[in-house]
């Protein structure tokens, strides 16, 4: 028996992640329209980046990662493809894109760890590639550049050693091979 | 074509390149330099109107009646504000508008000046685009590509915010030809493979509807003639939203009359049951749908629409279109006219008598009175009185509204201007004043309720002060009829702040602003009474006092299918028909 008045969500609406890739003119309030549709308008973002990539052409390159239902993903391409300022809108996900974020990491001692647990985290560290960029006698800032996963796994494993802070910069994202966008 | 001027100057010239003969403002400091500038000139006729919300509304019914962008300018702050609720409906109805509004001075901005709002954040969620000017040297482009913006594709809303600072400066004024905009370009034509497979679908279907929109009427009057052409040619059965009433003539056999929460029987049936759908520049609202998964269970749908985002959204569809309706009916009409079948008449008879018995249900019927004027009775004699004239009708929200769009039968695009999308009540008189100067010789009525009309009712001055003679006729029945059939319906009758206590005598207040009133509320006087309003050669009030209680049927309850109307004949209490999921909705 069927109570609601709309569909509910049923197994089949799958929640899937998707990256999409916006070029945008670079103009005043362009991100606002952007971050402002999402909001209005109930979608979710994820992570969202934004930074001029041709400055003689006035473009900006705005990656998001969004989660949604098939329908709703459409939708969302959809409607960021008809905001008046924006010149294309690429389903990376779909092109099997190379996806890469950035984090700062920042571990320091807590109350009674010992130096134990500094080597432990200089060895974690190296095991995920990421670079030391600053120490000091109770502290280490690290810096790893990889996709999501890694850099969400890499955190977890700070989280018991000691993390303090995380800055990530949210996802870059290219499509492979010789074809621009 | 380069000259040297001042900010205000070049957008009284903008205007002018633009054709734009009449305007709907309402002046204040931040933008003095543009009126100063107005000042100097007669192509542009200023209208002054007497809030700004009535501007934008004004704008829309002279845009939705003659195809042109309507055109608005207002102060800062307040004037801004007040435009708000006018540039949401522009959106939501898909109106091409422009509003020039004032802001402070570019190095105040931020300070919370005096007058000073965040314009551009304000309207960047209820207009298609806006733009904050900065520098001189951006405004005659930015002009540009606004008007562009509003009228092409799925059109819309644009406000140009200008600082006082960019008003007075000089700089160099560059015409709209040399501009071309960066990013927008709407897909006009639609993809020919998948027209052909629509009409592959079309020259399939035993039981075929066309669902036509607004779409339709924003595509302009070719379309309207092409819609014609094709629907003849098929031999479909034809209806439409409130939005596109006009594209195809009420007085033709295909027409079913509009569908949705109060349309026909055999319009909702129709859809409910049919196997070929096609949607044109229509946009599965959910006036339209009802409960979305009850929704045509067993049609192939076929969508055209210019706005790519308006496919998939709410109705999945087998064959989606993006393009202009006009363009895509054109090719829609070439290709069936090459592989008609003759034999698809005889194949889709059984559906057009399934469709006459659901016709014979006579579902706009109601019960008729010698003592008092049903307010369906009261459109009823409107429109046989007038439809041999040239006219125009514009509304308020209501029932009066649903009342309009059942019993006024339009054969004509453009005469029939209504708020549909946003429901805005005080959109009818202001949407009249812009028709009226769009159309100085046509007949000009506002169908109105005795609630709605007041929301703008100050907008009589600007009527009186231009001489428009626009007729403002009230189905008074003493209540928001609207919310009260809806609490009869979900709230047991409880009408809670739905009576209009402590109205004022419509005809006095006619006569305050300088207009005829007229009183009615006897059906033996009604017709000499309507004639008297329209024989009046300037604007009237007329006050026609109706049933108070009677609903707006056939209806669609909410959450209901569209085979679950409820009927005028019903007998039951209507108040037991909506379970508790069905109340949560609009
Ligand atoms: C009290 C009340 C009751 C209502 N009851 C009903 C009802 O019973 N029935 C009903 O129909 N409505 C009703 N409405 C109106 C309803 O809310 C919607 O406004 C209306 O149904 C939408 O009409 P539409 O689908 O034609 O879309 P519109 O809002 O007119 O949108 C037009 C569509 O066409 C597209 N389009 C625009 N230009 C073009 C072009 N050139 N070529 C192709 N496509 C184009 C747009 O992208 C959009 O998708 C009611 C409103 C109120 C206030
Ligand atoms: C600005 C605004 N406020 C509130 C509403 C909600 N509303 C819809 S219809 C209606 C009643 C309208 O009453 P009236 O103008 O007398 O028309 P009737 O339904 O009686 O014909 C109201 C309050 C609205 N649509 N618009
Ligand atoms: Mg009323």
Partial sequence: M???????????????????????????????????????????????????????????????????????????????????????????????????????????????????????????????????????????????????????????????????????????????????? | MTETMTGAEMVVRAMQDHDVDTLFGYPGGAVLPIYDALFQQNSVQHILVRHEQGAVHSAEGYARSSGKVGVVLVTSGPGATNAVTGLTDALMDSIPIVCFTGQVPTHLIGSDAFQECDTVGITRHC?????????????????????????????????????????????TYTGPGEVQHKSYRPKMEGDRRAI???????????????????????????????????????????????????????????????????????????????????????????????????????????????????INKNVKVEVGIIGDAGNVLKEMLEIFKAKKRAEQAEEIRP????????????????????????????????YALTKN?????????????????????????????????????????????????????????????????????QEMSTAAQYRLPVKIFILNNEYMGMVRQWQELLHGGRYSESYSSALPDFVKLAEAYHAKGIRCGDPAELDAAIHDMIDYPGPVIFDCLVAKEENCLPMIPSGKAHNEMILPDFAGEIGDIIDSKGKQLV
């Fill in chain 1, 2 to 181: 069927n109570t609601t008045h709309y569909p509910t969500l049923t197994t089949q609406q799958i929640i899937e992640k998707r990256t999409f890739c916006v070029l945008v003119d670079n103009e005043p309030g362009v991100l606002a329209r952007i971050a402002g549709m999402f909001s209005g308008r109930g979608y979710n973002i994820e992570s969202l980046t934004v930074s001029e990539t041709e400055h003689e052409k006035h473009l900006s390159r705005i990656t998001i990662v969004t989660s949604g239902t098939a329908n709703v993903l459409n939708q969302i391409e959809a409607q960021l493809d008809r905001l008046v300022p924006v010149h294309k809108v690429v389903n990376l996900t779909s092109k099997a894109a190379i996806e890469r974020e950035l984090a700062l990491v920042k571990v320091a001692q807590q109350g009674e760890t010992k130096g134990e647990h500094r080597m432990e985290a200089l060895r974690l560290a190296a095991a995920f590639g990421a670079k030391t960029v600053d120490a000091t006698l109770t502290s280490f800032i690290f810096e790893l550049a990889g996709p999501s996963d890694d850099v969400e796994r890499f955190i977890n494993l700070m989280a018991a050693i000691g993390l303090v802070e995380v800055s990530r910069t949210g996802v870059a994202a290219i499509a492979r091979g010789a074809e621009g966008l």
């Fill in chain 2, 389 to 457: 004239r040239k006219t125009y009708v514009t509304t308020e929200v209501g029932q009066h509204q649903m009342w309009a769009a059942q019993h006024f039968h339009f054969d004509e695009p453009n005469r029939w201007m209504t708020s549909g999308g946003l429901g805005t009540m005080g959109y009818g008189l202001p949407a009249a004043i812009g028709v009226q100067l769009a159309h100085p010789d046509a007949l000009v009525i506002d169908i109105a309720g005795e609630a709605s009309i007041l929301m703008n009712m």
């Fill in chain 2, 196 to 310: 052909e497979r629509a009409v592959d679908l079309m020259l399939k279907a035993k039981r075929p509807v066309f669902y036509t929109g607004g779409g339709v009427i924003n595509a302009g009057p070719e379309a309207s003639k092409t819609l014609r052409e094709l629907v003849r040619l098929t031999g479909f059965p034809v209806t439409s939203t409130l939005m596109g009433l006009g594209a195809y003539p009420a007085n033709d056999p295909l027409w079913l009359g509009m569908l949705g929460m109060h349309g026909t029987y055999e319009a909702n049936l129709a859809m409910h049951g049919c196997d070929v759908m096609i949607n044109i520049g229509a946009r599965f609202d959910d006036r339209i749908t009802g409960r979305l998964d009850a929704f045509s269970p067993g049609s192939r749908k076929i969508h055209v629409d210019i706005d790519p985002s308006s």
């Fill in chain 2, 351 to 382: 559906w057009w008598k399934e469709i006459n018995s659901w016709r014979a249900r006579n579902s706009l019927s109601y019960q008729r009175s010698k003592d008092v004027i049903k307010p369906q009775y009261a459109v009823e004699r409107l």
């Fill in chain 2, 127 to 171: 207009t298609k685009h806006n733009y904050l000017v900065k520098r001189i040297e951006d405004l005659p482009r930015i002009i540009h590509e606004a008007f562009y913006v509003a009228r092409s594709g799925r059109p819309g809303p644009v406000v140009i915010d200008i600082p006082k600072d960019i008003q007075f400066q000089r700089g």
